[in-house]
């Protein structure tokens, strides 16, 4: 499944590491670049803008 968040945030990295073990296709996207380091080095794919995200995805969450 291709799952994509804008805005994972503090509630990111568990969720980023569950849905990474469980195989989905995760790309994210967060204002903060250290959260976005962070996911990135779990696995998680980085996308350039929130935008960028909306036509891509099975399910789509918006955390802000």
Do not use: Y
Request: hydrophobic content about 45%; aromatic content about 4%.
């Amino acid at each position: 499944m291709k799952v994509r968040l804008i805005g994972p945030r503090n509630a990111g990295p568990k969720l980023v590491g569950n849905l990474l073990r469980n195989g989905h296709d995760l790309i994210v996207f967060d204002l903060d670049a250290a959260k976005r380091a962070e996911f990135v080095v779990q696995g998680a794919g980085l996308a350039d803008s929130a935008s960028a995200l909306k036509h891509t995805c099975d399910v789509l969450n918006n955390s802000w």
